[in-house]
């Protein structure tokens, strides 16, 4: 069995391309929900997982820090193949006609939502979570306040049982990201 780690966890937009990419390959494959880079790179590097997926770049919010920063100093971790696929944010909040006073996301989902939200709700403060489906977990247990509004999938949000207030508030409709396939060289 082939054991393919990711960044975030089920129902985010990284166990999406994870599974874009398990299509490619023949073999039984584990997909294993790691967070975030810097867990994909360290369970590539410690024989954990056979490969990793990870965000690299997104049209509107640029390179993925986060994952830059875990393959810097590096050189043993390559790509091996890259996938693009788009990206919808959509905001949720925990039930309805809550009065929200923050947004919850990653940062990467705060940067391609940044004008739609700025319009939507002026001045509301932004916090960076790990992963836009841990995000929506997060509300859903209340590990974030109930005026938190998150900005997650379609999939994530109702999963956890979310409300629904926006569907497709990315800054650009043709939204989009590339993942890279990771192996140890």
């Given at each position: ?6 960044m ?14 398990v299509h490619?390959?023949?073999d ?5 929900p790691?967070i975030?880079?810097e ?6 590097l410690?024989g954990?997982?056979d490969y990793?997926?990870v965000a690299?770049?997104?049209?509107v919010a640029?390179?993925?820090i986060e994952t830059?920063e ?5 050189p043993s971790?390559?790509s091996?193949t ?10 949720f909040?925990?039930r309805?006609?809550?009065?929200i006073d923050?947004i919850a996301?990653h940062?990467?989902?705060l940067?391609q ?6 319009r939507?709700?002026?001045?509301i403060?932004r916090?960076?979570v790990?992963?836009t489906a841990l995000?929506?977990?997060?509300l859903?247990d209340?590990r974030?306040s109930?005026?938190t ?19 497709n508030?990315?800054?650009d409709p043709?939204?989009?990201t590339d993942f890279?396939?990771?192996k140890?060289?």
């Amino acid at each position: 069995m082939i054991r393919i780690g990711y960044m975030g966890i089920p129902l985010s937009n990284s166990e999406q391309a994870a599974g874009m990419m398990v299509h490619r390959m023949d073999d039984d494959v584990e997909l294993v929900p790691l967070i975030d880079s810097e867990g994909v790179v360290k369970a590539l590097l410690n024989g954990e997982i056979d490969y990793g997926v990870v965000a690299v770049r997104n049209m509107v919010a640029g390179p993925v820090i986060e994952t830059e920063e875990a393959l810097r100093n590096r050189p043993s971790v390559i790509s091996v193949t890259e996938v693009s696929i788009p990206i919808h944010h959509c905001i949720f909040v925990k039930r309805e006609g809550v009065e929200i006073d923050s947004i919850a996301s990653h940062v990467q989902a705060l940067g391609q939502t940044y004008n739609n939200v700025e319009r939507m709700f002026p001045g509301i403060k932004r916090v960076g979570v790990a992963d836009t489906a841990l995000a929506a977990e997060m509300l859903s247990d209340g590990r974030l306040s109930e005026t938190t509004a998150v900005l997650c999938t379609m999939a994530a949000g109702k999963h956890y049982g979310l409300h629904l207030l926006e569907a497709n508030v990315e800054d650009d409709p043709e939204n989009w990201t590339d993942f890279a396939l990771l192996k140890r060289d």
